[in-house]
């Protein structure tokens, strides 16, 4: 050996200990430890702002289809014209702390906001590409440093969203549907390498700690070029990312995005995303705004199954939220200031339904949250604890309990505490633990089953796994005798994600003698679908998909019972 061939096998020695170190996995407590706010916050805000708010959904005097953001790509809006609202935007009614404040005063934990969205433009200054607010606008300042700034002074965690692979104004950048302007053609390599690596690199360090890094559609995104994106997150070794980044790399959060999930994801972090209207940046025409009562049921619906709530805003050209946002969340924040105990560092619900409403535990408390108040005073909960305690958790006031042989009864005021969720705070011994669901784990059949994914699985509570008939298959059944007659008055089936979903109409029936009789009948299950029906009183359920693509699967399928 000579000594150059030492030198080199020392410094390749050097280099595998130094990558070794930096990509050594995380231990579980470790990631429990960086998780741990996030996990406990459960409410969040999404922010859409950039220079689409400019056209606010119109182009050349039309409406355009679709979200707001994605004016350009659906209205094919060349680079040079589009390229010309960023000297339109002038933002000079925002106030940074207003954001941040009213975030806070709606009961929210954190902020994501867009610092690139599809578009190419950056809401920061940037030395990687002039297409930026401080170097194409008039308003010359930097929008995410004010927000940083705030985000600081109010104790709010700061988010970031950075869309890692669309880009429709850097030649390029990734678009969905294809390219529709010859100036945007270009190598994608050059791309992450001249825009996407060194525009996150500023971003993670000039604006202070930065809690999560949003990634958006990875479309076109491989391996390699993904791995050169995940190589930047180091400079924040505590960030927390979602599940959109591509190329293989899972995150920490699953992304469910304008639907709360069945079942939820269990053993997982995940997080609603979710509009009040129905776009997600500025569309002046879009009213279609959510109730405030169906808001915070989602919240609490969300927190129920384990998961997070990220509400997005949509501010205009001025720099200003919408007064219907504004309204809605200074109303989410008067019900979170007298009930945020029964969503803040939650975990799942015990129960996989309950027909009045959702409940939240917090390792002492179980907080049931009431949304159809019995007329009656008397409350059911399928729980099988001792209750040392038992009140109204807006004032107090306490609660009669009395053991029953399926759970406790509770004989409550006349009056409910809140019109849109009232929560019942319970003081229980140990672990709660609820009267099982009739379907788990019961007899179960199919017509058909794909190798290890048999019927079984689609009633064993884990949405991880399940049943899936035969390939070629267009009809299917899944008979499940649950072993007694029970008074069925729901049911929740997961059908799975995007090509996952197959089938166009079903039927949920019930045996009858020897005659099946309908349930209900519709056209799609979906990503998941919970109906409530007329409770119907029987053994033996059979879901009858008589429509579908070829590929039908279902992650879950849960019988409640009353």
Not at 52 to 75: C, D, F, L
Not at 97 to 103: E, G, P, R
Not at 368 to 381: D, E, M, Q, R
Not at 509 to 526: A, N, P, Q
Request: charged share 20%.
């Amino acid at each position: 050996m000579n000594k150059h061939f030492l030198i080199i096998t020392a410094c390749l020695l050097l280099l595998f200990k130094t990558t070794f170190a930096q990509t050594t996995a995380e231990t579980e407590d470790q990631r429990k430890l960086r998780m741990k706010w996030w996990t406990e916050a459960r409410f969040g805000m999404f922010i859409h702002w950039g220079i689409y708010s400019v056209p606010a959904g119109v182009y050349n005097g039309k409406e355009i289809p679709g979200i707001g953001e994605w004016i350009m790509n659906k209205g094919k809006i060349p680079m040079a014209e589009y390229q010309k609202y960023a000297a339109q935007f002038n933002p000079v009614k925002f106030d940074a702390d207003k954001f941040v404040s009213l975030a806070k005063q709606a009961g929210m934990k954190y902020i994501v906001i867009t610092s690139k969205h599809h578009d190419g433009f950056a809401m920061f200054r940037s030395k990687a590409s002039d297409f930026n607010v401080f170097d194409a606008t008039p308003y010359k300042r930097d929008i995410i440093k004010e927000m940083a700034r705030a985000c600081d002074k109010y104790e709010m965690k700061l988010g970031l969203y950075y869309s890692q692979a669309q880009d429709w104004n850097h030649p390029g950048g990734a678009a969905n549907g294809g390219y529709w302007d010859p100036a945007q053609n270009g190598d994608m390599d050059q791309y992450i390498d001249k825009v996407a690596v060194p525009q996150m690199k500023e971003i993670l360090t000039k604006y202070g700690p930065i809690s999560i890094l949003w990634f958006d559609t990875p479309t076109n995104m491989t391996p390699e070029r993904a791995a050169k994106i995940h190589d930047v997150l180091k400079l924040q070794p505590n960030i927390i990312t979602n599940n959109r980044l591509g190329g293989g790399f899972n995150g920490d959060l699953e992304t469910p995005e304008q639907y709360i999930p069945a079942t939820g994801y269990p053993g997982q972090n995940w997080e609603t995303c979710m509009t009040m209207n129905d776009t997600w940046g500025y569309k002046a025409n879009d009213k279609n705004f959510k109730s405030t009562k169906t808001l915070i049921q989602n919240l609490i619906d969300i927190a129920s199954k384990g998961g997070n709530y990220l509400l997005n805003v949509g501010p205009t050209a001025e720099g200003l939220i919408p007064d219907e946002e504004v309204t809605r969340l200074q109303q989410i924040g008067k019900w979170m200031a007298v009930n945020g105990n029964a969503i803040y560092g939650t975990y799942a619900s015990p129960f996989s339904y309950l027909n009045w409403g959702r409940a939240t535990y917090d390792g002492k408390i179980l907080y049931l949250h009431v949304f159809k108040w019995p007329a009656n005073g008397i409350l059911n909960v399928p729980l099988q604890n001792e209750v040392n305690k038992a009140y109204l958790l807006a004032n107090k006031t306490a609660v009669k309990v009395k053991p029953t042989a399926d759970g406790i009864r509770l004989t409550l005021p006349t009056t409910a505490p809140d019109s849109i969720a009232s929560v019942i705070a319970l003081e229980i011994t140990g672990y709660p633990v609820a009267t099982p669901v009739p379907s788990e784990n019961k007899t179960v059949k199919a017509s058909s089953e794909a190798g290890a994914d048999n019927a079984a699985k689609a009633i064993d509570g884990n949405p991880a796994t399940k049943w899936a008939a035969a390939k070629t298959d267009t009809t299917a059944t899944l008979e499940i005798d649950l072993g007694a007659r029970f008074n069925i008055d729901a049911v929740a089936i997961q059908e799975g994600t995007g090509k996952e979903q197959t089938i166009k109409e079903y039927r949920l029936e019930y045996k009858d003698g020897d005659e099946w009789k309908t349930v209900y009948e519709d056209k799609k299950i979906g990503r998941g679908v919970l109906k409530e029906f007329t409770p119907v009183k029987a053994q033996v359920f059979r879901l009858n998909i008589t429509k579908a693509s070829p590929g039908i699967q279902i992650q879950e399928l849960s019988l409640f019972d009353q």
